[in-house]
Structures are given as structure tokens and as C-alpha cells.
């Protein structure tokens, strides 16, 4: 069972009892989440609670981080380390998360710098490298790791990101993405596809996507990006580098060189191979793994989300704003940076916040992502609003929120414009579901809820049309039946026997402006169009047909000599072609003659 967790995913699961029992062990004058919050963010008074803390207790620590945070059963610890545990929990260095029946010990492993200097004596001569300037202790929170990331979720917004049986990225798409990523020096071996993957990835474990099948395929998720960018930098951060400092990486001690380097002066730098050493003799990491040969897919995750950065042969430290980030020293984020151009055009400064960020890429297309960040709004973008049913009135108050120098007058015509023509025709992809009574579909309706998306008629309901696996399951459930199979106007009219309704009476109905001279019932119809047929084959004459060709739902029309009818089924050769097409009645919408009556 894993026992390191992030502080800010601990402090929210803290009960008002959890809270207060801290509160009277650490002598604070109230249990309010933030008081609890700023006594656990006070380092300084972090690492001395922890130099006076028994032996068993500090035993107890560094028994947890050799086992990476994966306990034994209660049943299998030893005297002392039930003593230690006991101590911890006396002292309130114990906390205790529920998961159902379940209760397991945590700890944050943001303390792991402070427990490995408080409670084991390093070597620093030995380990630390070279001295390599920094040019300032504070970093950027916006980084290309998080341009890398906006790149796909802009991608994503425009169309979904295919899948494979294997569940990659398709080739084509992944290298139209390779082009639009930054490749840092570091990682310019990485082969273009497996760098797209890669941060596939990050954005898959922050659940910044859901998949969806049929096909298979990633979806931005809004409302948990737009969650997730409503946190502070800090915040931010620390989610993203759970990725790779969270349990579950207990094969490599990715957390121990993180807490290693952040130790270190901004412009020292670690040396991988005394660190490797030293872990092993000192009894720091018992774990496989543990040396210099083997640090290389660990470093690949650090490198990659810029938590560490590789100064030299075997050395590394920091990266400027993982640095920044681990010790407050962000640059602080700037609300209204955004130039507003009447062009359409929108400047991003690095300073603009994450949740302006996310937004701007919502409503308008990203042309460049780099420090200085390019946007553009215009028609396209604005379609794609629509799509996401993002409001005009909600992008309007969008700009003026973000503009550091207000929104020129033309562009907000232009919006409204865009906004008026956009939304003027939908098409509309859904499923209906008829029921030969009415009654019986009012009850369909009540089984299903929140599935039906409206009503045709009396007996028609409309689902949508990726839903229809799990709709036919619900009903199944519910004791309801219904046909498997799905009708469709273009299969041949034996698919639809038994049944009274006409298949392409729906055709006729909304196919407006065609030439036709039918009749008003379904009967009619193809008694007219049948004579119309036979008069032509008589003659041996050509004619106009409007029809549906057999297995496929576009509506054709097209210049054809018919050679025979029998059985409500058409021979016709199309223009231009060598062999017969068999074409039933119920599929021909309408006949019209150019050349004879």
C-alpha cells in the first residue's frame, strides 16, 4: 500500500476531527484547514519538530522512505517500528486517509527534502558538481512543457485525436502534432511520434481528456481542464509533478533525486553517480534501481515534465522554474495582460494566467505557442465555440476580463457577425427510436431519462447517435424490448419487412425542391412511379432518377436506362457504366423525363 501522497491532496481529506486533534498536538490556537495549511507549508518549524522527535519516531521515517512508502500489513511490523508509528501518531506526524473500509498511513512527500537532511548526515562535498550559474532564483510558471500540452489540448478542441487497436495516436495525426511541439536540445533523440505519445500521456494521467469509442478516440474534458487551471501556478505544479513524484513509480527513486537537487543552492549541481553511491551505502533506497546506469527512464520523466534539467556528464539540478516552483519563488501571474489586437489577433504574454490561457483556447486558434503566445479570433474559431455551445455574451465578457488595453469596437461587430452566421444551420447527427404506440413511448421515454435528447412525434424519440450500445443495454436491464437492429432508408426494402411504415417516406419529406410527381401515400407512389418506369423501358428511353443506391444513405441522381422491372425491383444501368444496378421502388424518390411522355 502506497504511502506518499502530495500535501494538497492530503489537507482537503483531513476530517474537522483529524483537524482538531492536530491542532492541540501542535499547540495551535485553531483547527481551521488554514491554519493547519500554514503550519504545514512552515518548514523551518517542520525540520526542528522532526530533529526532536524520538528515535523510534525518526527510525520510523527513514524505515518509510527505504520502503518507498509501501507498508506491511500492521500484523507484520516489529516491536520498534509499532513503537515508531506509535510515536509519529503521538506527535501528529502520522496521518491516517479512509478509502471505504480501508485506513492506510500517508505522508507528504513534499517533506522528503526536510527528512533527508534532518535525519541522515549527507555527504555534500562528494555529491555536489559543478557550480553553473542560474541567472535568477525565480522562474515562469509557463514553461514548453505546458506549451507542449496546449498544443494538444488546441488539437483535440479542432478535431478528436484518433486511436489505434493499441491506443496511439494515428501516424497522420501524430506527426501534424510533431510539427506544432517543442523539442528541447535535451530530448531532439527522441523520435517524433514517441515524443507526441509522451505527452499524450501527460495529459491522459492529468485527465485533461476522456476516451470515447466507435471510434476510438480522446476528447477534451472542459469542465476538469477548466478545474484544473483554476488553481494557483503552484498548484499547477504540483499536480503535474505527481506524474512522476506520486507513488506508484516504487521502481526508481525518481522522489529521492528530486529532493536531492532540491537541497542544493540554485547554482550547484548533483552528481548522479556519488548520489547513486551514496543512496545505496547509506541505506536510503534499498529498492531496484538504484544506480547510475539504470537512472535513465528516470531522468526521462523529470526531463521531460522540467522538473530536472542535465548540466554535464552525470549532473543535474533543477530546472529554473521546478526550483522556482519547490521554493516560492514563482513569478507571480499578471490578471489583464492580454493585447487585444482589432485584427483579431491575441498576444499572451508568459505572465497570463493558466485559466485565461485555457479559456482564450477555447473560443480562438492557436497560431504560435511560445513565450509570447499567439491567438487568433475569428469565424473558424468562433464556429468552433458554437460547437462547444460557448456563448457570445460569454466571450464578450472573456475579452474585457483578459485585455490589458480593452476590445476595439470593430472586433465586437465582427463577434456578433460571426456569432449571427455561425450558429444559422446545425446539422445534426442523432438516432430515433419508434414505438408503434404512442403510450408505450411515453414509457420508453421515463426508462430512459436523460438519453433522450427530444421527440420527433408521438412515437418517435430522438437518442443520440453514439449512445445506442448503451441505451439498448439500459432497456435490456429494464425488461423492454426493442429490436437490435438499426433501420436504415438505404438497405434494400426486404430489411424492413413486417414493418408498415415506408423507409424512405423521410426522404420524400425533407429532400425539398426534386422534381417529383408522387403521390400522397406510400401505395400510390410506386404505383406512379412503376407505370412512369414501364412507359420508359417500352420506349427504350432514358430518363432522370432521384433515388437511394442500395447500402448507402447519400441520395443520388442521375441519368439511367431501366431494363426491366419485376417484383418492386428496377434494372437500370447508370451512365457510363457496364453492369446493371437492381434498385427497389421503396428507394426511388422521383422520376423525371427529358426526352419523352
Same mark, same amino acid.
Given at each position: 500500500?502506497?504511502?506518499?501522497?502530495?500535501?494538497?491532496?492530503?489537507?482537503?481529506?483531513? #476530517?474537522?476531527?483529524? $483537524?482538531?486533534?492536530?491542532?492541540? *498536538?501542535?499547540?495551535?490556537?485553531?483547527?481551521?484547514? /488554514? =491554519?493547519?495549511?500554514? $503550519?504545514?507549508?512552515? #518548514?523551518?518549524?517542520?525540520?526542528?519538530?522532526?530533529?526532536? @522527535?524520538?528515535?523510534?519516531?525518526?527510525?520510523?521515517?527513514?524505515?518509510?522512505?527505504?520502503?518507498?512508502? %509501501?507498508?506491511?500489513?500492521?500484523?507484520?511490523?516489529?516491536?520498534?517500528?509499532?513503537?515508531?508509528?506509535?510515536?509519529?501518531?503521538?506527535?501528529?506526524?502520522?496521518?491516517?486517509?479512509?478509502?471505504?473500509?480501508?485506513?492506510?498511513?500517508?505522508?507528504?512527500?513534499?517533506?522528503?527534502?526536510?527528512?533527508?537532511?534532518? @535525519?541522515?548526515?549527507?555527504?555534500?562535498?562528494?555529491?555536489?558538481?559543478?557550480?553553473?550559474?542560474?541567472?535568477?532564483?525565480?522562474?515562469?510558471?509557463?514553461?514548453?512543457?505546458?506549451?507542449?500540452?496546449?498544443?494538444?489540448?488546441?488539437?483535440?478542441?479542432?478535431?478528436?485525436?484518433?486511436?489505434?487497436?493499441?491506443?496511439?495516436?494515428?501516424?497522420?495525426?501524430?506527426?501534424?502534432?510533431?510539427?506544432?511541439?517543442?523539442?528541447?536540445?535535451?530530448?531532439?533523440?527522441?523520435?517524433?511520434?514517441?515524443?507526441?505519445?509522451?505527452?499524450?500521456?501527460?495529459?491522459?494521467?492529468?485527465?485533461?481528456?476522456?476516451?470515447?469509442?466507435?471510434?476510438?478516440?480522446?476528447?477534451?474534458?472542459?469542465?476538469?481542464?477548466?478545474?484544473?487551471?483554476?488553481?494557483?501556478?503552484?498548484?499547477?505544479?504540483? =499536480?503535474?509533478?505527481?506524474?512522476? @513524484?506520486?507513488?506508484?513509480?516504487?521502481?526508481?527513486?525518481?522522489?529521492?533525486?528530486?529532493?536531492? =537537487?532540491?537541497?542544493?543552492?540554485?547554482?550547484?549541481?548533483?552528481?548522479?553517480?556519488?548520489?547513486?553511491?551514496?543512496?545505496?551505502?547509506?541505506?536510503?533506497?534499498?529498492?531496484?534501481?538504484?544506480?547510475?546506469?539504470?537512472?535513465?527512464?528516470?531522468?526521462?520523466?523529470?526531463? @521531460?515534465?522540467?522538473?530536472?534539467?542535465?548540466?554535464?556528464?552525470?549532473?543535474?539540478?533543477?530546472?529554473?522554474?521546478?526550483?522556482?516552483?519547490?521554493?516560492?519563488?514563482?513569478?507571480?501571474?499578471?490578471?489583464?495582460?492580454?493585447?487585444?489586437?482589432?485584427?483579431?489577433?491575441?498576444?499572451?504574454?508568459?505572465?497570463?494566467?493558466?485559466?485565461?490561457?485555457?479559456?482564450?483556447?477555447?473560443?480562438?486558434?492557436?497560431?504560435?505557442?511560445?513565450?509570447?503566445?499567439?491567438?487568433?479570433?475569428?469565424?473558424?474559431?468562433?464556429?468552433?465555440?458554437?460547437?462547444?455551445?460557448?456563448? /457570445?455574451?460569454?466571450?464578450?465578457?472573456?475579452?474585457? +476580463?483578459?485585455?490589458?488595453?480593452?476590445?476595439?469596437?470593430?472586433?465586437? %461587430?465582427?463577434?456578433?457577425?460571426?456569432?449571427?452566421?455561425?450558429?444559422?444551420?446545425?446539422?445534426?447527427?442523432?438516432?430515433?427510436?419508434?414505438?408503434?404506440?404512442?403510450?408505450?413511448?411515453?414509457?420508453?421515454?421515463?426508462?430512459?431519462?436523460?438519453?433522450?435528447?427530444?421527440?420527433?412525434?408521438?412515437?418517435?424519440?430522438?437518442?443520440?447517435?453514439?449512445?445506442?450500445?448503451?441505451?439498448?443495454?439500459?432497456?435490456?436491464?429494464?425488461?423492454?424490448?426493442?429490436?437490435?437492429?438499426?433501420?436504415?432508408?438505404?438497405?434494400?426494402?426486404?430489411?424492413?419487412?413486417?414493418?408498415?411504415?415506408?423507409?424512405?417516406?423521410?426522404?420524400?419529406?425533407?429532400?425539398?425542391?426534386?422534381?417529383?410527381?408522387?403521390?400522397?401515400?406510400? /401505395?400510390? /407512389?410506386?404505383?406512379?412511379?412503376?407505370?412512369?418506369?414501364?412507359?420508359?423501358?417500352? +420506349?427504350? #428511353?432514358?430518363?432522370?432518377?432521384?433515388?437511394?443506391?442500395?447500402?448507402?444513405?447519400?441520395? $443520388?441522381?442521375?441519368?439511367?436506362?431501366?431494363?426491366?422491372?419485376?417484383?418492386?425491383?428496377?434494372?437500370?444501368?447508370?451512365?457510363?457504366?457496364? *453492369?446493371?444496378?437492381?434498385?427497389?421502388?421503396?428507394?426511388?424518390?422521383?422520376?423525371?423525363?427529358?426526352?419523352?411522355?
Amino acid at each position: 500500500m502506497t504511502g506518499f501522497v502530495s500535501l494538497e491532496r492530503l489537507l482537503p481529506r483531513l #476530517t474537522d476531527e483529524d $483537524r482538531a486533534t492536530l491542532a492541540a *498536538r501542535w499547540g495551535l490556537p485553531e483547527a481551521s484547514p /488554514q =491554519a493547519i495549511r500554514e $503550519r504545514l507549508k512552515d #518548514t523551518a518549524w517542520v525540520a526542528a519538530t522532526w530533529r526532536n @522527535l524520538p528515535p523510534v519516531a525518526q527510525k520510523a521515517i527513514q524505515t518509510w522512505i527505504r520502503r518507498r512508502g %509501501v507498508w506491511p500489513a500492521w500484523v507484520s511490523c516489529d516491536t520498534e517500528l509499532k513503537a515508531g508509528l506509535w510515536a509519529l501518531e503521538e506527535h501528529g506526524w502520522l496521518f491516517v486517509l479512509h478509502d471505504g473500509y480501508y485506513q492506510y498511513p500517508v505522508w507528504p512527500w513534499e517533506f522528503m527534502p526536510l527528512a533527508l537532511d534532518s @535525519l541522515w548526515d549527507i555527504p555534500w562535498a562528494r555529491l555536489k558538481g559543478h557550480s553553473g550559474s542560474r541567472p535568477s532564483p525565480t522562474g515562469e510558471p509557463w514553461t514548453p512543457v505546458w506549451q507542449n500540452i496546449f498544443e494538444i489540448l488546441s488539437f483535440c478542441r479542432q478535431e478528436p485525436l484518433l486511436l489505434t487497436t493499441e491506443g496511439r495516436p494515428y501516424r497522420r495525426q501524430a506527426m501534424k502534432l510533431a510539427k506544432r511541439l517543442v523539442v528541447p536540445p535535451a530530448q531532439s533523440h527522441i523520435p517524433e511520434e514517441e515524443w507526441v505519445r509522451l505527452h499524450v500521456w501527460v495529459i491522459e494521467r492529468l485527465h485533461f481528456v476522456r476516451f470515447e469509442d466507435d471510434p476510438a478516440r480522446l476528447l477534451v474534458d472542459e469542465d476538469r481542464v477548466s478545474r484544473f487551471f483554476d488553481q494557483s501556478p503552484a498548484e499547477i505544479w504540483g =499536480a503535474l509533478s505527481e506524474l512522476v @513524484l506520486e507513488p506508484g513509480q516504487t521502481y526508481g527513486p525518481h522522489l529521492l533525486l528530486f529532493s536531492l =537537487a532540491q537541497l542544493l543552492p540554485p547554482d550547484e549541481t548533483l552528481q548522479l553517480e556519488a548520489a547513486a553511491h551514496w543512496m545505496k551505502s547509506a541505506r536510503v533506497f534499498d529498492g531496484p534501481g538504484g544506480d547510475v546506469k539504470t537512472f535513465g527512464h528516470i531522468l526521462s520523466l523529470l526531463i @521531460l515534465l522540467q522538473l530536472i534539467e542535465v548540466t554535464g556528464p552525470n549532473e543535474i539540478r533543477l530546472h529554473d522554474s521546478a526550483y522556482a516552483w519547490s521554493h516560492g519563488l514563482f513569478v507571480p501571474e499578471e490578471a489583464q495582460s492580454v493585447v487585444v489586437q482589432a485584427t483579431g489577433e491575441l498576444f499572451l504574454p508568459p505572465e497570463t494566467p493558466f485559466r485565461d490561457r485555457n479559456t482564450i483556447d477555447r473560443w480562438a486558434t492557436l497560431v504560435k505557442s511560445d513565450r509570447m503566445t499567439v491567438y487568433r479570433l475569428d469565424a473558424d474559431s468562433i464556429q468552433r465555440a458554437v460547437r462547444q455551445n460557448y456563448p /457570445q455574451n460569454q466571450v464578450v465578457e472573456d475579452l474585457h +476580463r483578459i485585455s490589458r488595453t480593452g476590445v476595439p469596437d470593430n472586433l465586437l %461587430v465582427n463577434l456578433h457577425d460571426w456569432y449571427r452566421l455561425a450558429a444559422r444551420h446545425r446539422i445534426y447527427e442523432v438516432t430515433v427510436i419508434h414505438s408503434e404506440d404512442a403510450g408505450e413511448s411515453r414509457t420508453l421515454e421515463t426508462a430512459l431519462g436523460a438519453e433522450v435528447v427530444g421527440r420527433l412525434s408521438p412515437t418517435d424519440l430522438i437518442i443520440r447517435a453514439d449512445r445506442v450500445k448503451e441505451i439498448l443495454k439500459r432497456l435490456k436491464r429494464a425488461g423492454i424490448p426493442v429490436m437490435p437492429d438499426i433501420l436504415r432508408p438505404s438497405q434494400p426494402r426486404a430489411a424492413f419487412a413486417g414493418s408498415p411504415e415506408d423507409p424512405v417516406t423521410p426522404y420524400r419529406l425533407q429532400v425539398g425542391g426534386l422534381p417529383t410527381k408522387t403521390g400522397p401515400t406510400p /401505395q400510390r /407512389q410506386n404505383d406512379e412511379l412503376e407505370q412512369r418506369i414501364q412507359l420508359h423501358i417500352q +420506349r427504350q #428511353t432514358p430518363f432522370e432518377m432521384t433515388f437511394l443506391m442500395p447500402g448507402e444513405s447519400q441520395v $443520388r441522381r442521375a441519368i439511367v436506362m431501366a431494363v426491366g422491372l419485376k417484383g418492386g425491383v428496377v434494372d437500370v444501368y447508370l451512365a457510363g457504366q457496364q *453492369r446493371p444496378h437492381r434498385i427497389p421502388l421503396g428507394q426511388i424518390l422521383a422520376v423525371e423525363s427529358h426526352y419523352a411522355d
